[in-house]
């Protein structure tokens, strides 16, 4: 079912009276030694309850006219200028290229007996998916990197027939949110002729000779990356079939503004369906395969489902009903009404983040303090004892089976690059079973975990990485990320491109503010719609509190975030301009009273509430939308960052947000745009454009916290 970061999308294509070239303002702010290309305004604004906004670079919404493809072309031009004759970024490249070339593999799985695993040899733009063969060689099975010149086609998700014969698998082109879904003989390695399009925010799962997917209808031409999207479907796909015989299997033709997805239990005895109305909360129905009618378990949309599995006819369902931090259910398919629920593990006071049914017991992870813990549990609910891995740690993955004694998990954290564990799940152990050979050396470095009181007193964990001996005297180049919503935590995890950063005498801290799960839903209600300022007071505290400590100064902090991260960092940019030396708001939703106009911008409302749900959800976010909040100061240096094909958050939020910044800087800061092309929000972006944007990135910080 898609969940969170799945649904954080948006686009614009917005008609305007007024032709873009009709005024022209060269945007040079007041005393800056930038000279930026002249972005033209228009005599554009929209009415919220009585009060008028201005929206003067709206045109820029649609931004695939030629006036805005000329813009872009300068911006882009006026960017790379800047950041190529940066003296740093040469070298930087080249130690990024140095220390991401190592061979990278995913935790085994098997299908149909047959084990399969991931693998990238090193600097390849995409992984490829491999197979071995009787003598235990390796197979090539899907090599995404052979479907494109430039690296841009990327595999995602992907699913096996019950018997392994059959490989769904979508994959998706300059980074778009749209995927088309093509069938493999994994047996041969035959493609067939099956070709399912216009799939988004889908899963693939078999039933028979077929399986399902959720789809949106064909957008118009010249609006695929644009275009709002609305009703969301199901439908089942027969191997053999064209696709204009696919069998709608659910829809609302009511209600546009829902999205659907469809999964199958291992056995294929049941259908499972969740239907959403935002990115937070699903409905829950089921049926038996076969059969038409879904019978509710669960319909409202409050809480969160997550399908474990099935074992001796019960489903196995963690959930957020009635229960903040989550516990684990058994329903019973044929009767699930909740009153028939059976608790299994009830809810703690931490959060229970997943379960896997393996060797006939429960694989059990919690989030303790921000770091994972793992545990097995027999299947009536009962601990047995904690599998020790690794302090300050995520575990990124599970790859078990029910009747395996054997499992892997990928583990890492700040300073350790993912590494796989072997699971002896008798003895309940774990030892390494493979780490990486990066050249970089873990042991120079150290994590530890503060916790910092924000605004209201509540107290803040984060976490600060640098290397050993560091002098707190207030002079360290220091460089923040957090995100802050849609329910998803962020935790310690190694990041290939902090290498530079933190070998140059860098601090890396990770601020886990409210509007995450780190302490379960009630962390996420805290900081959403009516409340959404505490995640922007908890990361100006964070800086403060790295201030006061003498970590660092406002002249040596560097800030980052992305998507609804992005909306952070142009948050507290307009608030607290004077706290910063550098800003970096990638694929930022910087346009808090439009973004629900475009593609599917429509799910964040259960986040963010809508500028037209009432005056007071207006005036709100009026007060805090980037995009609107900008006047006429000193700002940091600043790189907006945001892709061409980012049919998620569409690049025109950028646009709007830096034209807007060039105009109104009357400091000597740059105020740059740097646009990837055909690039998008960031998913099965190649390995290549990554390391060039952080190359790009890094030379930014480099310059303007003086590193040399």
């Given at each position: 079912m898609l969940k969170k970061t799945a649904l954080l999308a948006l686009s614009a294509?917005?008609?305007?009276?007024?032709?873009?070239?009709?005024?022209?303002?060269?945007?040079?702010?007041?005393?800056?030694?930038?000279?930026?290309p002249q972005t033209a305004t228009c005599d554009s604004s929209h009415n919220y309850f009585g009060t008028e906004v201005k929206d003067p670079y709206g045109w820029l919404e649609d931004d695939y006219s030629d006036k805005t493809t000329a813009w872009v072309k300068e911006q882009n031009e006026m960017t790379q200028s800047y950041l190529q004759n940066i003296p740093q970024r040469s070298k930087i490249h080249k130690r990024l290229t140095?220390?991401?070339?190592?061979?990278?593999?995913?935790?085994?799985?098997k299908k149909g007996g047959v084990t399969y695993f991931f693998k990238n040899d090193g600097v390849q733009n995409q992984y490829v998916l491999y197979k071995l063969d009787?003598?235990?060689?390796?197979?090539?099975?899907?090599d995404p990197n052979k479907l494109s010149k430039d690296g841009t086609v990327a595999l995602g998700a992907h699913s096996f027939s019950?018997?392994?014969?059959?490989?769904?698998?979508?994959?998706?082109?300059?980074?778009?949110?749209?995927?088309?879904?093509?069938?493999?003989?994994?047996?041969?390695?035959?493609?067939?002729?099956?070709?399912?399009?216009?799939?988004?925010?889908?899963?693939?799962?078999?039933?028979?000779?077929?399986?399902?997917?959720?789809?949106?209808?064909?957008?118009?031409?010249?609006?695929?990356?644009?275009?709002k999207n609305e009703f969301h479907k199901v439908y089942y796909h027969q191997l053999g079939k064209d696709q204009k015989d696919d069998k709608l299997i659910y829809q609302d033709s009511k209600n546009g503004q829902k999205t659907f997805g469809a999964i199958t239990t291992k056995d294929e005895k049941y259908l499972i369906m969740q239907s959403a109305e935002g990115t937070s909360g699903s409905s829950l129905y089921i049926r038996k395969t076969g059969e038409t009618e879904f019978i509710a378990a669960d319909p409202e949309s409050f809480a969160e489902y997550t399908i474990v599995g099935s074992f001796k006819d019960k489903l196995y369902v963690l959930t957020t009903k009635d229960a903040a931090n989550s516990k684990l259910v058994a329903i019973d398919?044929?009767?699930?009404?909740?009153?028939?629920?059976?608790?299994?593990?009830?809810?703690?006071?931490?959060?229970?983040?997943?379960?896997?049914?393996?060797?006939?017991?429960l694989l059990v992870v919690y989030l303790e303090k921000v770091s994972n813990h793992l545990y097995t549990y027999t299947l009536d609910g009962k601990r047995e004892s904690e599998i020790k891995l690794p302090e300050y740690g995520t575990i990124n993955g599970i790859e078990a089976d029910e009747n395996e004694s054997t499992a892997y998990v990928n583990y890492s954290n700040f300073i350790t690059p993912s590494s796989i564990y072997k699971l002896d799940l008798n003895a309940n152990k774990a030892a390494l079973f493979r780490k990486p050979n990066v050249k970089f050396n873990s042991e120079d470095y150290t994590t530890s975990q503060v916790f910092y009181p924000s605004k209201d007193g509540t107290k803040i964990p984060m976490f600060i990485t640098h290397k050993k001996g560091l002098?707190?005297?207030?002079?360290?180049?220091?460089?923040?990320?957090?995100?802050?919503?849609?329910?998803i935590s962020i935790q310690p995890a190694f990041a290939i491109d902090f290498v530079p950063f933190l070998e140059n005498g860098g601090i890396y801290?990770?601020?886990?503010?409210?509007?995450?799960?780190?302490?379960?839903?009630k962390w996420h209600t805290e900081g959403i719609k009516l409340k959404k300022q505490n995640v922007f007071d908890d990361f100006i505290a964070a800086a403060e509190y790295l201030i006061k400590e003498k970590y660092t100064s406002s002249s040596k902090l560097a800030v980052h975030g992305r998507s609804n991260g992005g909306l952070l960092i142009g948050a507290v940019l307009t608030q607290r301009p004077d706290l910063f030396a550098v800003t970096i708001p990638k694929v930022g939703v910087l346009d808090m009273l439009r973004y629900h106009k475009f593609t599917i911008g429509w799910a964040w409302a259960s986040d963010y509430g809508r500028s037209d749900d009432s005056k007071e959800m207006f005036d709100y976010l009026y007060k805090y939308s980037p995009l609107h909040n900008v006047k006429k100061t000193s700002y940091p240096a600043t790189l907006v960052v945001t892709g061409d094909h980012d049919d998620r958050v569409v690049p025109a939020h950028s646009f709007k947000f830096a034209a807007t910044l060039q105009a109104n800087q009357t400091g000597t800061a740059p105020v740059l745009l740097r646009i990837d092309t055909n690039g998008g929000h960031g998913a099965g972006k190649p390995l290549s454009k990554q390391i060039d944007e952080f190359s790009d990135q890094w030379a930014f910080v480099f310059k303007h916290l003086k590193i040399n």
């Amino acid at each position: 079912m898609l969940k969170k970061t799945a649904l954080l999308a948006l686009s614009a294509a917005a008609v305007y009276a007024c032709a873009p070239d009709t005024k022209k303002t060269a945007a040079t702010g007041e005393v800056t030694e930038m000279k930026y290309p002249q972005t033209a305004t228009c005599d554009s604004s929209h009415n919220y309850f009585g009060t008028e906004v201005k929206d003067p670079y709206g045109w820029l919404e649609d931004d695939y006219s030629d006036k805005t493809t000329a813009w872009v072309k300068e911006q882009n031009e006026m960017t790379q200028s800047y950041l190529q004759n940066i003296p740093q970024r040469s070298k930087i490249h080249k130690r990024l290229t140095e220390v991401w070339n190592y061979e990278k593999l995913s935790a085994p799985f098997k299908k149909g007996g047959v084990t399969y695993f991931f693998k990238n040899d090193g600097v390849q733009n995409q992984y490829v998916l491999y197979k071995l063969d009787k003598d235990g060689k390796e197979v090539v099975v899907i090599d995404p990197n052979k479907l494109s010149k430039d690296g841009t086609v990327a595999l995602g998700a992907h699913s096996f027939s019950k018997d392994g014969k059959y490989l769904a698998y979508a994959l998706s082109e300059s980074g778009s949110d749209w995927e088309s879904i093509h069938v493999m003989d994994a047996t041969t390695g035959k493609i067939l002729n099956d070709k399912v399009e216009w799939v988004k925010f889908s899963s693939i799962s078999w039933e028979n000779d077929g399986f399902y997917y959720s789809r949106y209808d064909a957008p118009k031409k010249g609006q695929e990356y644009s275009e709002k999207n609305e009703f969301h479907k199901v439908y089942y796909h027969q191997l053999g079939k064209d696709q204009k015989d696919d069998k709608l299997i659910y829809q609302d033709s009511k209600n546009g503004q829902k999205t659907f997805g469809a999964i199958t239990t291992k056995d294929e005895k049941y259908l499972i369906m969740q239907s959403a109305e935002g990115t937070s909360g699903s409905s829950l129905y089921i049926r038996k395969t076969g059969e038409t009618e879904f019978i509710a378990a669960d319909p409202e949309s409050f809480a969160e489902y997550t399908i474990v599995g099935s074992f001796k006819d019960k489903l196995y369902v963690l959930t957020t009903k009635d229960a903040a931090n989550s516990k684990l259910v058994a329903i019973d398919p044929l009767k699930p009404a909740m009153s028939n629920w059976k608790t299994i593990i009830p809810e703690t006071e931490n959060y229970l983040q997943s379960v896997t049914i393996a060797n006939g017991k429960l694989l059990v992870v919690y989030l303790e303090k921000v770091s994972n813990h793992l545990y097995t549990y027999t299947l009536d609910g009962k601990r047995e004892s904690e599998i020790k891995l690794p302090e300050y740690g995520t575990i990124n993955g599970i790859e078990a089976d029910e009747n395996e004694s054997t499992a892997y998990v990928n583990y890492s954290n700040f300073i350790t690059p993912s590494s796989i564990y072997k699971l002896d799940l008798n003895a309940n152990k774990a030892a390494l079973f493979r780490k990486p050979n990066v050249k970089f050396n873990s042991e120079d470095y150290t994590t530890s975990q503060v916790f910092y009181p924000s605004k209201d007193g509540t107290k803040i964990p984060m976490f600060i990485t640098h290397k050993k001996g560091l002098k707190l005297d207030g002079t360290n180049p220091t460089f923040l990320y957090a995100y802050g919503g849609f329910n998803i935590s962020i935790q310690p995890a190694f990041a290939i491109d902090f290498v530079p950063f933190l070998e140059n005498g860098g601090i890396y801290a990770v601020a886990n503010i409210r509007g995450g799960s780190e302490f379960g839903e009630k962390w996420h209600t805290e900081g959403i719609k009516l409340k959404k300022q505490n995640v922007f007071d908890d990361f100006i505290a964070a800086a403060e509190y790295l201030i006061k400590e003498k970590y660092t100064s406002s002249s040596k902090l560097a800030v980052h975030g992305r998507s609804n991260g992005g909306l952070l960092i142009g948050a507290v940019l307009t608030q607290r301009p004077d706290l910063f030396a550098v800003t970096i708001p990638k694929v930022g939703v910087l346009d808090m009273l439009r973004y629900h106009k475009f593609t599917i911008g429509w799910a964040w409302a259960s986040d963010y509430g809508r500028s037209d749900d009432s005056k007071e959800m207006f005036d709100y976010l009026y007060k805090y939308s980037p995009l609107h909040n900008v006047k006429k100061t000193s700002y940091p240096a600043t790189l907006v960052v945001t892709g061409d094909h980012d049919d998620r958050v569409v690049p025109a939020h950028s646009f709007k947000f830096a034209a807007t910044l060039q105009a109104n800087q009357t400091g000597t800061a740059p105020v740059l745009l740097r646009i990837d092309t055909n690039g998008g929000h960031g998913a099965g972006k190649p390995l290549s454009k990554q390391i060039d944007e952080f190359s790009d990135q890094w030379a930014f910080v480099f310059k303007h916290l003086k590193i040399n």
